[in-house]
C-alpha cells in the first residue's frame, strides 16, 4: 500500500441534472464520477439507499487524498461510511462542510414496471472468475442477475463491456449494463481501498427492483485490517451489509473466493455438465488492443494449434492468458485433445522465460500458477 498525500480540502459538487453525477476539484485539479446509464438508475430503491450510494462514490472520489475537510453542495447522509474509511488508515474521520450553491437532491423513483423476481445477483466483469460465479448458479438450477459496472477500471473497458453481455445473450441470463463516466484519479493498485464497495452497492442498487436477495462479488476478503484494503477487509463488509439492510436494499454480499488455475479445471467440467460453450467468451487478457495481434503473431508462428484454438480476442502473452492457457492444457480442454506435446514444450519454456525476464510477472502469478506450470515441465 503507498503513502498517501492528504490534503487539507477537497470540494464535491453534485450536478443539478444527474445526483449521481459528482465532480471533485483538488489544488486546481477537476475529477468526476458519475452514472450516465441507465438514466433511470436507482429507481424502486429508497431515499436512503440512493443517499448511501452518493456517499459511497464520495469516498472512492477522496480515498486517493483523505481530505480533513470535504466541502460539499449537498447533504451526506450515512457518513459513517466515510469515518470508517478513515479509520481503517488511521485518520480521524474528515470534517463535511456544507459551501456555497446548495442543491436539492434529485431521487430516482418508482417504476410502474412489475419485475420479475430474480433471486441472486452477480457482479459480472465477463472474465473468468465472474464468469465461474455465474455457472455456479447455473449449475445448481437458480437464476442470476449480471450487473456489468462500464468504466470501473482504468482500461480494457469496451472489450468487457462487450464480452459480459455478449457471454449472458448466450447463456440466457438477465444482464444490466450500468455505465460510469470514470475521470476519478482513483484507478491504479489503491483503487481498492473503496472499489469494490463501490462495485458491490452499484450492483446492489439495479437488483432490487428484482427482490434480489443473494448478491455475489469477487472474495478473498482478509480478516486482518492492517494487511489489507477497505474494500478487501471482511470488517468492512460486515459493516456495509448492515447497512445495505438499513437502507432498505434487503440483500447480503457474499465474497466468492476464486480459485486460479483450478477454475479453469472447473469451468471445462462445467462446460461438459451444462452443454455450454463458456470458455472462448470469456474475456480477461490484460493487453490493449493494438498489442493483441502482435502477441498472436508470435504464437501463430511458435505454437499454432494452440493459437488457433484461442478464439481472437486473447492476446496469449499477458498473466491472464497465460492462466487461461496452462489450466486448459493440465485440465484437457477437449478443444485442445490433439495438441502436441512440442507446442506444451514452447509455452511451458516460454512462461518460464517470461517470469525471468519480467520479475513484475512473478508478483502476479499464484502459488497455484506455479506449481501447475512445474507440472507440466515434467
Ligand atoms: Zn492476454
Given at each position: ?29 477537476k ?105 455456479h ?18 482500461k480494457g ?58 448478491l ?11 494487511q ?8 468492512a ?5 448492515q ?72 492476446c ?9 492457457t ?26 518460464y ?26
Amino acid at each position: 500500500m503507498s503513502a498517501v498525500e492528504r490534503r487539507d480540502r477537497i470540494n464535491i459538487t453534485v450536478s443539478p441534472k444527474n445526483s449521481f453525477d459528482l465532480t471533485m476539484l483538488t489544488e486546481g485539479r477537476k475529477f468526476g464520477l458519475a452514472i450516465i446509464e441507465p438514466n433511470d438508475y436507482g429507481h424502486d430503491t429508497s431515499e436512503a439507499a440512493q443517499d448511501l450510494l452518493r456517499t459511497v462514490m464520495v469516498a472512492h472520489l477522496i480515498a486517493p487524498y483523505f481530505p480533513r475537510v470535504i466541502e460539499t453542495n449537498f447533504d451526506i447522509s450515512l457518513d459513517r461510511f466515510l469515518a470508517e474509511l478513515y479509520r481503517h488508515y488511521g485518520y480521524q474521520p474528515p470534517r463535511i462542510k456544507r459551501g456555497s450553491g446548495q442543491i436539492t437532491l434529485a431521487y430516482a423513483q418508482p417504476t410502474e414496471t412489475e419485475f420479475a423476481q430474480i433471486p441472486n445477483a452477480s457482479a459480472h466483469s465477463g472474465g473468468l472468475d465472474s464468469v465461474y460465479r455465474l455457472m455456479h448458479f447455473l449449475q445448481n438450477g437458480e437464476n442470476v442477475l449480471a450487473v456489468h459496472l462500464r468504466n470501473l477500471n482504468s482500461k480494457g473497458n469496451f472489450a468487457e463491456a462487450k464480452a459480459s453481455q455478449a457471454q449472458c445473450l448466450d447463456w440466457g441470463l438477465p444482464y444490466q449494463q450500468v455505465r460510469l463516466k470514470n475521470s476519478s484519479g482513483n484507478t491504479n493498485f489503491d483503487t481498492m481501498r473503496t472499489r469494490d464497495l463501490l462495485l458491490a452497492l452499484v450492483v446492489a442498487l439495479s437488483a432490487k427492483p428484482h427482490r434480489v436477495s443473494k448478491l455475489v462479488i469477487e472474495g478473498g476478503m482478509s480478516s486482518d485490517p492492517t494487511q489489507s484494503h477497505f474494500s478487501e477487509y471482511s470488517g468492512a463488509w460486515e459493516m456495509f451489509n448492515q447497512m445495505l439492510l438499513e437502507v432498505g436494499l434487503d440483500l447480503t454480499v457474499e465474497g466468492v473466493d476464486p480459485g486460479d488455475i483450478e477454475t479453469v479445471g472447473e469451468i471445462i467440467k462445467l462446460e461438459k455438465e451444462l452443454g455450454l460453450e463458456i470458455l472462448p467468451l470469456v474475456q480477461n487478457c490484460f493487453s490493449a488492443p493494438f498489442q493483441v495481434p502482435n502477441n498472436r503473431g508470435k504464437w501463430e508462428r511458435v505454437a499454432p494449434f494452440l493459437a488457433a484454438k484461442s478464439p481472437d480476442h486473447w492476446c496469449g502473452s499477458c498473466h491472464k492468458c497465460r492462466r487461461m492457457t496452462l489450466g486448459r492444457i493440465f485440465y484437457q480442454d477437449p478443444r485442445l485433445s490433439h495438441l502436441p506435446k512440442k507446442e506444451i514444450d514452447v509455452f511451458v519454456a516460454d512462461t518460464y522465460e517470461w517470469l525471468k525476464k519480467y520479475p513484475h510477472n512473478r508478483d502476479l502469478v499464484s502459488e497455484s500458477f506455479l506449481t501447475h506450470l512445474n507440472e507440466l515441465r515434467h
